[in-house]
């Protein structure tokens, strides 16, 4: 795994889903496939990854700690899935070139399915960034589900913003996960006790993972993270335009903009002024993922009408 994503020895929030899933898998009835579906950056894969080694280090030295949800760093199963070659367990993901998981990449999963389990326990095979899979993969991930093994579980960790197909989800428990505003402060105490909360960046619908994102491109690119609003970080991009072709702020600017504009029209109480440029500034981004049009044009026309503004 890369040290850039998060992946908490503790797991805070989700009680309710961890206790009822750990006895559905200590019970002889083990699910074929479950998928969890929610916002991304709430801690779905963080808690996928302690259900996993709630029932992978069983009997081992450093079991899971399944009162105070902790896994404990000594034990082999944890140490095997954190470099990515335990044998019970085989994770597909979006390759970072790529928009979608490809067919080759669940050829290699069928691979891993048909050798044996190890010390007869569970395997798992986890779909990360399940809504990312192409129709070609979606299909080929049918067969083996339609035909299940009670020796292998799938797991599809599913953000909400698209769907993931019906047939899919018919043979799969599905868990719709959320985290309220005390249990995502938690956890962004404990992954970043060093961030600021209180930046206009960090609102109210920003998730744990998100503040965990924007914190490594603002140490990649040495930008003060704890004294940043987004009006200084449009000042930054723009006197930096090569930032403007990094991922993050590719994926993230348009939500900025419309981050600043909400932010506008609550202080000023409606202001006639800021609704309509934030209704302007909604159509042109909805004309700019629609048609992948250039981000750096979008930037110079926001800077000029903030400025006029």
């Known amino acids: 795994m890369s040290s850039k994503q998060i992946y908490q020895k503790k797991l805070i929030g989700f009680e309710n889903e961890f206790n009822e899933l750990s006895k559905i898998y200590k019970s002889e009835n083990v699910p074929s496939g479950v998928i969890f579906y929610g916002k991304k950056g709430i801690g779905k894969r963080t808690f996928v990854f302690h259900l996993i080694n709630s029932i992978l280090s069983k009997n081992e030295n450093g079991e899971y700690n399944s009162k105070d949800k902790i896994i404990d760093a000594s034990n082999p199963s944890y140490k095997l899935a954190a470099n990515g070659i335990h ?18 990449q669940i050829r290699e999963m069928f691979s891993f399915a048909k050798k044996s389990t190890f010390d007869n326990k569970l395997k798992f095979i986890v779909i990360n960034n399940a809504d990312n899979l192409n129709l070609f993969s979606s299909n080929a991930l049918l067969k083996i589900l339609e035909e299940p093994n009670e020796k292998i579980s799938f797991i599809f960790i599913h953000n909400s913003k698209k769907k993931i197909i019906e047939t899919i ?82 994926k993230n600017f348009t939500s900025f903009i419309e981050v600043y504009f909400y932010n506008k029209i609550v202080l000023s109480k409606n202001d006639s002024k800021y609704v309509e440029l934030y ?31």
């Open 87 to 104: 044998p019970n367990l085989f994770i597909v993901d979006t390759k970072e070139d790529k928009k979608t998981i490809d067919i080759l």
């Open 169 to 250: 989800k018919s043979r799969c428990i599905f868990y719709k996960m959320n985290i309220n505003e005390s249990d995502k402060i938690k956890i962004i105490e404990n992954i970043l006790p060093q961030i600021n909360l209180r930046s206009d960046i960090f609102n109210y619908y920003t998730t744990p993972g998100e503040i965990y994102e924007f914190y490594n491109f603002c140490v990649e690119n040495k930008i003060d993270y704890n004294d940043i609003n987004l009006e200084f970080l449009f000042k930054v991009i723009s006197e930096n335009i090569s930032l403007i072709k990094t991922n993050y702020i590719v």
């Open 279 to 309: 209704k302007s500034f909604l159509k042109k981004i909805d004309s700019f993922n629609k048609y992948n049009l250039d981000l750096e044009s979008l930037l110079i026309e926001f800077n000029g009408k903030i400025k006029n503004g």
